[in-house]
């Protein structure tokens, strides 16, 4: 069964203090692993598409990477507008846009 | 640019009631359009997705049900809601490739009291 685990599942870092979340997954031939962002009340928002082990992808402090059983979101130097739930979702070879997510990790940082 | 409209943002309806969730895509054509459910503290769950008008896939046995009667416009309904519909749905698209991300709206937060 395709399946994605999240952890933590809630983390407070100061500002500045850099981190990493993660996400495993197990999932019959990846197409896809995506990282979105969802503020409260919100829509997740996009961030990454992953496609293979070994890729990795950046926008400002964040940093996503693959490897072929996890994905981890590294965040530098975090500022408390970076405070929101990460999604991590995997596409399975076949499922067109039929995302599995993970339950989130919700990120706090305080200045 | 591509945007998504879903509306209304909040509702609140007593059981038993029906229910019409409306959705509009902006900037694009032909998109897959899905509808997904968030309930507090579980992860997304997909309901139904579509790649085409009336072309309607149901992932979940339930008493929803969507609509898709033009290209950008996407209706989720309910002839009698339960408690249990209560939650986040929230409307998403993506271009038709197998691998592109969705992007999502805005989200209709549903209350069945």
Redesign the interface.
């Known amino acids: 069964e395709d399946q994605v685990t999240q952890s933590p599942e809630a983390l407070r870092l100061q500002e500045g203090e850099s981190s990493s979340l993660n996400c495993s997954y197990t999932v019959s031939g990846l197409r896809g692993l995506f990282w979105y962002r969802q503020d409260p009340g919100k829509g997740p928002e996009f961030l990454f598409t992953l496609y293979s082990a070994g890729e990795e992808k950046e926008k400002e402090r964040l940093k996503a990477t693959l490897t072929k059983k996890e994905s981890f979101l590294h965040i530098t130097a975090p500022k408390p507008e970076d405070s929101a739930t990460y999604l991590c979702a995997v596409q399975a070879a076949g499922n067109t846009g039929k995302l599995i997510f993970g339950q989130g990790t919700t990120l706090q940082v305080k200045p | 640019s591509q945007t998504i409209h879903?509306w209304p943002a909040t509702l609140v309806q007593p059981v038993g009631s029906p229910l019409s969730l409306e959705c509009t895509v902006e900037g694009t054509s032909n998109p897959?359009l899905?509808w997904y459910r968030q309930a507090a503290?579980?992860?997304?769950q997909?309901l139904f997705?579509s790649?085409g008008i009336g072309q309607i896939s149901s992932?979940v046995p339930q008493n929803l049900s969507a609509s898709r009667p033009q290209d950008r416009q996407f209706i989720l309904s309910s002839k009698k809601l339960l408690l249990s519909d209560s939650g986040f749905y929230?409307c998403?698209w993506?271009k038709?490739r197998?691998?592109?991300?969705?992007?999502?709206?805005?989200?209709t937060?549903l209350t069945v009291t």
């Open positions: 879903q897959n899905y503290g579980r992860g997304l997909l997705y790649v992932e929230l998403a993506s038709g197998q691998d592109s991300p969705l992007h999502f709206g805005n989200g937060r």
